[in-house]
């Protein structure tokens, strides 16, 4: 049963900016209750972390290869959670995933969440 949905990704060239968003396909999932995730998994690698926001929105966590390019938000009134990726290089190429975990703080362990997306395929041209 599908709980979270990915969106946005596309082929984009090197230095473009690409704004992916999750959202859950059943209104009944309680967004609000999990802090979300976005992991990716490149050609031939194992899936990483990238970035995650608390529950409330209040902090966010990212991967080193992350900071200063990636912004996670959520929009608590939609039921969405964004990942904004500017200046965009060949090596962010991955499907991306969003995933939900009932801790409230901004984990990066996949172990902590149980609920992922089908992903999104992000291919940056050089």
């Known amino acids: 049963q599908e ?3 990915e969106s946005g ?10 704004r992916l968003s999750c959202a859950a396909s059943d209104r009944s999932f309680a967004f609000d209750i999990y802090s ?3 992991f990716r998994r490149a050609p031939g ?12 929105g209040d902090g966010a966590l990212y991967a080193n290869s992350a900071k200063g390019r990636f ?9 969405t959670v964004d990942l904004q990726i500017d200046n965009l290089k060949p090596e962010d190429t991955a499907i991306y ?3 939900a975990s009932p801790v409230q703080t901004a984990v990066q ?5 149980n609920y992922w997306g089908q992903g999104t395929p992000v291919t940056v041209s050089s």
Do not use: P
Not at 71 to 79: F, G
Not at 109 to 113: C, I, L, P
């Open 71 to 79: 912004t996670i938000s959520r929009d608590t009134a939609k039921n």
């Open 36 to 38: 979300m995730g976005w």
């Open 97 to 99: 995933y969003c995933a």
């Open 45 to 56: 690698n194992q899936r990483e972390f990238v970035a995650a926001i608390s529950r409330n």
């Open 9 to 18: 990704g596309g082929l984009v060239q090197a230095g473009g900016s690409l």
């Open 3 to 5: 709980e979270l949905v």
């Open 109 to 113: 362990t996949t172990y902590h969440y």
